[in-house]
Protein backbone atom coordinates (compact mmCIF):
# COMPACT_ATOMS: atom_id res chain seq x y z
CA UNK A 1 0.00 0.00 0.00
CA UNK A 2 1.09 3.77 -0.61
CA UNK A 3 -0.60 5.64 2.27
CA UNK A 4 -0.19 9.01 0.33
CA UNK A 5 -3.81 10.65 -0.53
CA UNK A 6 -3.61 10.00 -4.86
CA UNK A 7 -6.16 7.02 -5.13
CA UNK A 8 -4.21 4.46 -5.63
CA UNK A 9 -3.72 1.83 -2.78
CA UNK A 10 -4.14 4.88 -0.08
CA UNK A 11 -5.88 1.91 2.52
CA UNK A 12 -5.43 -1.50 3.22
CA UNK A 13 -9.10 -3.90 4.42
CA UNK A 14 -8.50 -6.62 6.21
CA UNK A 15 -11.15 -9.22 6.63
CA UNK A 16 -11.91 -11.32 9.53
CA UNK A 17 -13.06 -14.88 9.04
CA UNK A 18 -13.27 -16.72 11.94
CA UNK A 19 -14.50 -20.35 12.45
CA UNK A 20 -16.06 -22.26 15.30
CA UNK A 21 -17.88 -25.72 15.93
CA UNK A 22 -21.25 -24.61 16.22
CA UNK A 23 -23.03 -22.65 13.20
CA UNK A 24 -23.66 -19.00 13.50
CA UNK A 25 -22.22 -16.04 15.49
CA UNK A 26 -20.83 -16.82 18.87
CA UNK A 27 -18.71 -14.87 21.66
CA UNK A 28 -14.94 -14.77 21.38
CA UNK A 29 -11.97 -12.66 22.71
CA UNK A 30 -9.76 -11.38 20.50
CA UNK A 31 -7.20 -8.59 19.16
CA UNK A 32 -6.29 -7.40 14.95
CA UNK A 33 -3.06 -5.73 15.74
CA UNK A 34 -0.83 -4.40 13.09
CA UNK A 35 2.82 -3.90 13.96
CA UNK A 36 6.03 -2.61 12.86
CA UNK A 37 9.02 -3.95 14.45
CA UNK A 38 7.32 -5.24 17.31
CA UNK A 39 6.00 -2.59 18.06
CA UNK A 40 1.62 -2.23 17.93
CA UNK A 41 0.49 0.84 15.19
CA UNK A 42 -2.86 0.30 15.72
CA UNK A 43 -5.82 -2.63 17.11
CA UNK A 44 -8.75 -3.73 16.89
CA UNK A 45 -10.93 -5.78 19.41
CA UNK A 46 -12.87 -8.95 18.31
CA UNK A 47 -16.35 -9.86 20.63
CA UNK A 48 -17.46 -12.64 18.67
CA UNK A 49 -16.96 -14.99 15.42
CA UNK A 50 -18.66 -13.27 13.26
CA UNK A 51 -16.96 -12.00 10.15
CA UNK A 52 -15.17 -8.42 10.64
CA UNK A 53 -13.51 -6.13 8.11
CA UNK A 54 -10.54 -3.51 9.42
CA UNK A 55 -9.29 -0.64 7.36
CA UNK A 56 -6.03 1.25 8.29
CA UNK A 57 -4.75 4.16 6.36
CA UNK A 58 -1.12 3.29 6.50
CA UNK A 59 -0.11 5.92 9.06
CA UNK A 60 2.03 5.19 11.59
CA UNK A 61 2.08 7.79 14.49
CA UNK A 62 0.66 9.97 12.07
CA UNK A 63 3.10 9.64 9.50
CA UNK A 64 4.01 7.62 6.52
CA UNK A 65 6.69 4.94 7.61
CA UNK A 66 7.96 2.86 4.48
CA UNK A 67 8.34 -0.82 5.43
CA UNK A 68 7.00 -4.16 6.34
CA UNK A 69 4.38 -4.41 9.02
CA UNK A 70 2.69 -7.64 10.12
CA UNK A 71 -1.09 -8.32 11.05
CA UNK A 72 -1.51 -10.61 13.55
CA UNK A 73 -5.44 -11.98 14.22
CA UNK A 74 -5.98 -14.37 17.68
CA UNK A 75 -8.78 -15.22 18.83
CA UNK A 76 -10.68 -17.21 21.15
CA UNK A 77 -13.83 -19.12 21.77
CA UNK A 78 -15.85 -19.81 24.79
CA UNK A 79 -14.02 -23.56 25.70
CA UNK A 80 -11.59 -23.15 22.86
CA UNK A 81 -7.59 -22.13 23.15
CA UNK A 82 -6.52 -18.55 21.28
CA UNK A 83 -6.04 -18.81 17.40
CA UNK A 84 -3.24 -16.66 16.26
CA UNK A 85 -3.29 -15.70 12.50
CA UNK A 86 -0.53 -13.38 10.73
CA UNK A 87 -0.01 -11.72 7.23
CA UNK A 88 2.76 -9.27 6.36
CA UNK A 89 1.58 -5.89 4.45
CA UNK A 90 4.86 -3.44 3.09
CA UNK A 91 4.22 -0.13 3.14
CA UNK A 92 6.01 2.51 0.20
CA UNK A 93 5.94 6.24 0.69
CA UNK A 94 5.74 6.59 -3.42
CA UNK A 95 3.25 8.86 -5.04
CA UNK A 96 1.51 8.60 -8.38
CA UNK A 97 2.88 11.44 -10.96
CA UNK A 98 0.77 12.68 -13.85
CA UNK A 99 2.55 11.45 -17.32
CA UNK A 100 1.88 12.78 -20.46
CA UNK A 101 2.36 10.40 -23.65
CA UNK A 102 2.60 11.92 -26.97
CA UNK A 103 2.07 10.12 -30.30
CA UNK A 104 1.55 11.75 -33.53
CA UNK A 105 -0.11 10.39 -37.27
CA UNK A 106 -0.71 10.93 -40.58
CA UNK A 107 -4.48 11.68 -41.44
CA UNK A 108 -3.72 9.03 -44.34
CA UNK A 109 -2.52 6.54 -41.42
CA UNK A 110 -6.12 6.84 -39.75
CA UNK A 111 -9.16 8.17 -42.05
CA UNK A 112 -8.69 4.81 -44.13
CA UNK A 113 -12.65 4.37 -45.28
CA UNK A 114 -15.31 6.95 -46.60
CA UNK A 115 -18.98 6.46 -46.99
CA UNK A 116 -21.56 8.99 -49.38
CA UNK A 117 -24.55 9.80 -48.88
CA UNK A 118 -24.88 11.96 -51.81
CA UNK A 119 -27.92 11.73 -54.47
CA UNK A 120 -25.15 10.02 -57.01
CA UNK A 121 -22.51 8.90 -54.61
CA UNK A 122 -20.20 10.60 -55.78
CA UNK A 123 -18.85 11.90 -52.59
CA UNK A 124 -15.12 10.76 -51.70
CA UNK A 125 -11.49 10.95 -49.65
CA UNK A 126 -8.64 11.23 -51.40
CA UNK A 127 -5.35 10.65 -48.94
CA UNK A 128 -2.34 12.37 -49.80
CA UNK A 129 -4.25 14.78 -51.96
CA UNK A 130 -2.22 18.19 -50.98
CA UNK A 131 0.66 17.10 -49.15
CA UNK A 132 1.88 13.43 -48.07
CA UNK A 133 -0.04 12.20 -45.32
CA UNK A 134 -3.04 14.35 -45.24
CA UNK A 135 -6.78 13.61 -46.63
CA UNK A 136 -9.06 15.34 -48.88
CA UNK A 137 -13.04 14.95 -48.45
CA UNK A 138 -15.33 15.84 -51.15
CA UNK A 139 -18.75 15.95 -50.32
CA UNK A 140 -21.70 16.76 -51.90
CA UNK A 141 -26.07 17.07 -51.78
CA UNK A 142 -27.12 15.32 -48.88
CA UNK A 143 -29.22 12.73 -50.21
CA UNK A 144 -29.67 9.58 -48.15
CA UNK A 145 -29.70 11.76 -44.77
CA UNK A 146 -31.44 14.99 -44.48
CA UNK A 147 -27.96 16.98 -43.44
CA UNK A 148 -25.40 14.19 -43.53
CA UNK A 149 -23.62 13.97 -47.04
CA UNK A 150 -20.67 11.96 -46.12
CA UNK A 151 -18.90 9.95 -43.27
CA UNK A 152 -15.60 9.00 -43.11
CA UNK A 153 -13.87 7.19 -40.17
CA UNK A 154 -10.36 5.74 -38.87
CA UNK A 155 -9.13 3.92 -36.19
CA UNK A 156 -6.19 4.87 -33.10
CA UNK A 157 -4.90 1.76 -31.12
CA UNK A 158 -4.01 3.14 -27.62
CA UNK A 159 0.01 3.13 -27.19
CA UNK A 160 0.76 -0.14 -24.79
CA UNK A 161 2.45 1.95 -22.00
CA UNK A 162 -0.78 4.37 -21.73
CA UNK A 163 -2.98 0.67 -21.40
CA UNK A 164 -0.51 -0.61 -18.78
CA UNK A 165 -0.98 3.07 -17.20
CA UNK A 166 -4.21 2.18 -16.49
CA UNK A 167 -3.65 -0.52 -13.47
CA UNK A 168 -3.15 3.14 -11.05
CA UNK A 169 -5.95 4.52 -12.68
CA UNK A 170 -7.07 8.10 -13.60
CA UNK A 171 -5.71 7.18 -17.23
CA UNK A 172 -6.75 9.58 -20.11
CA UNK A 173 -6.90 9.70 -24.10
CA UNK A 174 -6.62 12.88 -26.37
CA UNK A 175 -7.00 13.45 -29.82
CA UNK A 176 -5.64 16.72 -31.43
CA UNK A 177 -6.32 17.44 -35.09
CA UNK A 178 -5.28 20.07 -37.90
CA UNK A 179 -7.84 21.03 -40.09
CA UNK A 180 -6.21 22.83 -43.23
CA UNK A 181 -8.98 23.44 -45.72
CA UNK A 182 -12.72 23.76 -44.70
CA UNK A 183 -15.82 24.59 -46.47
CA UNK A 184 -19.43 23.89 -45.61
CA UNK A 185 -20.28 22.07 -41.90
CA UNK A 186 -17.83 19.18 -40.91
CA UNK A 187 -18.27 17.50 -37.57
CA UNK A 188 -15.55 15.56 -36.35
CA UNK A 189 -16.14 12.99 -32.84
CA UNK A 190 -14.16 10.34 -31.37
CA UNK A 191 -15.31 7.71 -28.87
CA UNK A 192 -14.04 4.64 -27.40
CA UNK A 193 -16.29 2.72 -29.32
CA UNK A 194 -17.10 2.44 -33.49
CA UNK A 195 -19.50 5.69 -34.16
CA UNK A 196 -19.33 6.54 -30.91
CA UNK A 197 -19.38 11.00 -30.58
CA UNK A 198 -18.42 11.15 -26.79
CA UNK A 199 -16.50 13.72 -27.84
CA UNK A 200 -17.82 16.09 -30.87
CA UNK A 201 -17.63 19.38 -31.98
CA UNK A 202 -18.14 21.07 -35.32
CA UNK A 203 -14.75 21.13 -37.17
CA UNK A 204 -12.85 24.64 -37.01
CA UNK A 205 -9.64 25.68 -39.48
CA UNK A 206 -6.06 24.97 -37.19
CA UNK A 207 -5.30 22.95 -34.56
CA UNK A 208 -8.18 21.61 -32.32
CA UNK A 209 -8.96 19.22 -29.66
CA UNK A 210 -11.89 18.25 -27.92
CA UNK A 211 -11.17 17.04 -24.32
CA UNK A 212 -10.20 13.25 -22.84
CA UNK A 213 -11.86 10.46 -22.78
CA UNK A 214 -10.80 7.75 -19.86
CA UNK A 215 -9.03 4.94 -21.37
CA UNK A 216 -11.14 1.97 -22.41
Same mark, same amino acid.
Given at each position: ? =??????YRDSVKATVTPTSSVSGSVPATGTVKITHGGKTV???? *???? &???? =??????????? $???TYVVTVSIKGPEGT??? &???? *???GSKKLVTKTATRQYKAS &????? /??? =? !? /?? /? !??ACYRNWGVAGDVFCDAYDAYDYDSLALISQGKITVPADVVAA? $? =??????? *?TTTWGYLY???L? &? /?DTKEMGTAKSAFAKKGTQALGALKAP
Open positions: M =FPVKDGTSWK *LTST &AKRT =FTWGGRNNGSI $KPGTKT &ASKS *LTV &AVMKT /YTA =F !D /YS /Y !DGQ $K =FGGTTVK *LGDTW &A /Y
